[in-house]
């Protein structure tokens, strides 16, 4: 199963503050030691909103919104995305974020990815053929 760990923004990471070298030490020691139980499939810090874009649709046709975002809260700062067995062992390594310095007020949500076989039927035969050689997966 695959899960991605979602660092929410707050108003550090909106304002473009760049973690301490202790900091960033300590966030590669945690990957480092996730990858030896879960395998990770990729992850990323984000830039600030204010260098975003959303892109709408209102009846159809697409609206591009320049950032920043209301709703520091609401947005999403960094993520991680792992495989793992389950909810329970993705929990334990959630649980392990280094919470130092800038990052001990941090906040993170975990949602599951869907599979193709979680949509049952939608994706059979060339469809998901077709899916298969869109998402390119190691």
Not at 51 to 79: C, M, N, Q, S, W
């Amino acid at each position: 199963m695959r899960f991605m760990l979602i660092r929410k923004a707050d108003e550090a990471t909106e304002a473009g503050v760049m973690p301490s070298r202790e900091l960033a030490q300590a966030m590669m020691d945690y990957h480092e030691q996730m990858g030896r139980h879960l395998k990770i499939l990729g992850g990323d810090g984000l830039h600030p909103s204010i260098r975003g874009k959303r892109v709408t649709f209102k009846h159809g046709k697409p609206v591009v919104i320049d950032g920043p975002f209301a709703e520091t809260k609401e947005l999403v700062a960094g993520y991680t995305l792992v495989e793992a067995d389950g909810w329970d062992q993705v929990l334990e390594w959630a649980k392990k974020w280094p919470c130092i310095l800038e990052e001990a007020n941090a906040t993170l949500e975990i949602r599951q990815v869907y599979e193709l076989e979680d949509f049952g039927d939608v994706f059979t035969g060339d469809l998901r053929e077709q899916a298969e050689r869109v998402m390119v997966r190691e």
